[in-house]
């Protein structure tokens, strides 16, 4: 049996990129759209979740979330982007909108080491992400902490890193420099996933 990792698609146009690169990592993982996400996560028991960006905000009546079930597994689960403000708006956090827009190239700042770094981004350096947000979290949920910031989000990397209920998030929705072993540190060292031969869709 695999380890599986289940992608939660909330729209974003690297949803397929996201899933790619993880099958690169020889792990098995499934793309599903946020409605179904609940049925998938009880069908598939994943080893973890990825929470995919999507041009809505949370703000908006009847914003698509994640289901519950998903923090309630205790399982790693990851946010890019829109999935960052899913995971702090339905965890006690806070996100506002009305803030200065980034799109395009922007850099983060690696504020604390965290095993998601590991080899690849230092404490205290820059790093070039790709960034596309109206809304900004302004406040963590309870047990989160801050790793990281940019020029327009001074919460742009966070995580809350209990075992068996690590829960990482980062503002920005895919690295302009190479990110393989970002991605092993994702799979393997962050969620325990054991990487085996991938899979396609």
């Known amino acids: 049996m695999h380890d599986k990792v289940l992608i939660v698609d909330f729209g974003s146009q690297v949803t397929q990129l996201i899933a790619r690169r993880v099958r690169e990592e020889k792990v098995y ?14 069908e598939m028991k994943p080893k ?5 960006g999507g041009p809505a905000s949370v ?3 009847d914003a698509p979330l994640a289901p519950k079930a998903i923090y309630e597994a205790e399982i790693p689960v990851l946010g890019i982007c829109y999935g960052e403000q ?3 708006h339905q965890l006690g956090g806070q996100v ?3 803030h200065h827009r980034e799109f395009g190239r922007a850099e983060v700042t690696v504020t604390e080491e965290s095993p998601l770094f590991e ?3 230092l404490k205290g350096e820059k790093y070039p992400v790709w960034m596309s947000h109206g809304d900004r979290v302004t406040k963590l949920p309870k047990g989160f902490h801050v790793f990281g910031t940019s020029s327009n989000a ?3 990397i966070i995580s809350r890193s209990e075992v068996s209920r690590r829960v990482s998030a980062i503002r920005g929705s895919r690295s302009t420099s190479p990110s393989q072993r970002r991605r092993s540190n994702s799979c393997a060292g962050c969620a325990g996933v054991a990487t085996r031969a991938p899979s396609a869709t």
């Not at 993982?29 to 009880?42: D, G």
């Not at 973890?48 to 995919?52: G, K, N, T, W, Y």
């Open 29 to 42: 993982s499934e793309i599903v759209p946020y409605q179904k996400a609940e049925a998938a996560i009880r």
């Open 96 to 98: 506002e909108g009305g």
């Open 48 to 52: 973890a979740v990825i929470l995919s």
């Open 119 to 121: 080899g690849v981004w």
């Open 154 to 156: 001074p919460i742009a």
């Open 59 to 61: 703000l908006d009546k």
């Open 86 to 88: 899913v995971m702090v």
